[in-house]
């Protein structure tokens, strides 16, 4: 079966600009959470949804938000982007929630310049 | 209280020998506890889970041993092999909160 996809694989923006990362979970999966990685600060969790509701929230400004559609898939928006926004995005699907095993994508790899 | 703390940092091994990575916990509600193999340009992936009724799990030459006492787990890796290189992350999380807690990961090179 088809895994995590993520889209694009590559960005590059403007400090200042938006962006959109997009999330297609494993289908059945309805949980979906979404991770930043750097590599000083590993990886560092931004929000899970769960049938189109937040259920969790981590310590990221407001400039960061995200979303979940009926059929799961996910996207996440960052807003007015600076430079230290420069990250791997990484989204992981699962079933009903972390203590049934992640699956996660490749990621989107942000580069805000 | 949320923290999950992994060492070393990094472990550099000798093909064939057994690398160790550890972490310890505080809250005692965390009831999950699984280890994550990453390779670069690639996202985490699950290799191996264990929940506090057991003390230990093996999945081929993974082990999982876990002290419920002492509040820690460690990963094994037996008959280490370069293709085993890669960054592991161990993690904890409570059947009523769904949100893993990271450990800082384990940069890990095996030498041919």
């Known amino acids: 079966k088809a895994g995590v996809t993520q889209t694009p694989r590559y960005l590059i923006k403007t400090r200042g600009q938006q962006v959109t990362l997009s999330c297609s979970p494993i289908?059945?999966?309805?949980?979906v959470s979404w991770y930043q990685q750097t590599p000083g600060q590993g990886l560092q969790f931004l929000f899970e949804y769960f049938s189109e509701t937040q259920r969790n929230k981590g310590n990221f400004p407001g400039r960061f938000s995200g979303r979940q559609f009926s059929n799961s898939r996910s996207e996440m928006n960052v807003s007015t982007l600076e430079l230290g926004d420069s990250a791997l995005y990484l989204c992981?699907?699962?079933?009903?929630?972390?203590?049934?095993?992640?699956?996660f994508g490749s990621g989107t790899r942000l580069t805000v310049v | 209280q949320q923290q999950v703390k992994q060492s070393p940092q990094s472990l550099i091994v000798q093909k064939g020998g057994i690398p160790i990575i550890n972490c310890a916990y505080e809250?005692?509600?965390?009831?999950?506890f699984p280890w994550y193999q990453q390779f670069p340009g690639k996202g985490p992936a699950l290799l191996i889970a264990i929940r506090p009724d057991v003390s230990e799990k093996k999945e081929g030459r993974f082990t999982i041993s876990f002290n419920k006492s002492a509040k820690q787990f460690s990963l094994h890796i037996m008959d280490s092999q370069p293709g085993d290189s890669a960054t592991y992350f161990c993690?904890?999380?409570?059947?009523?909160?769904?949100?893993?807690?990271w450990g800082a990961g384990t940069k890990l090179i095996i030498k041919p």
């Open positions: 289908s059945g999966h309805r949980s």
């Open positions: 993690a904890a999380s409570t059947d009523s909160n769904y949100q893993l807690i």
């Open positions: 809250n005692t509600a965390f009831d999950y």
């Open positions: 992981a699907s699962s079933l009903v929630g972390s203590n049934y095993g992640y699956t």
